[in-house]
């Protein structure tokens, strides 16, 4: 990746960053909601229990998300940004492009996804 391409990447890496942050925040404030309301019935107690679940759930992709990003931002500044983590290899950039936080090439994913790290 030339220059350009790079300051691109940490720019869109920074902008989704900011995006899930705030996506955190808001789950977290629909939690804090969930925990103030009044429960009058069995019903309403068990949606408000799968509710809680889906925030938390959706909270841990989002935590999962950030550091995808900031483990991206990282390889940036160390100059290793778009380079497979497991076999070196360059990331293809329409990779890149849809999801710019890889760590690994679409065979290398397969790999790991299938056997584990």
């Known amino acids: ?3 350009q391409q790079l300051a691109a990447a940490k720019e869109e890496l920074e902008r989704l960053r900011r995006e899930v942050l705030r996506e955190v925040q808001a789950t ?3 939690s ?3 925990d103030t309301e009044d429960v009058p019935d069995i019903g309403d107690m068990s949606t408000r229990s799968y509710d809680r679940d889906l925030l938390y759930n959706l909270s841990e992709v989002q935590r ?3 550091r995808d990003i900031d483990a991206a931002l ?3 500044a160390q100059g290793d ?3 497979c983590v497991r076999c070196g290899e360059e990331i293809a950039p329409k990779r890149m492009e849809v999801r710019p936080f ?4 679409i065979e290398c994913k397969t790999e ?4 584990g790290e």
Do not use: T
């Open 1 to 3: 990746m030339d220059a």
């Open 102 to 105: 890889s760590r690994y090439c």
């Open 74 to 76: 990282e390889l940036l």
């Open 64 to 66: 999962q998300k950030i």
């Open 112 to 115: 790991v996804e299938r056997f």
């Open 81 to 83: 940004y778009g380079v």
């Open 28 to 30: 977290g404030e629909a």
């Open 32 to 34: 804090r909601q969930l």
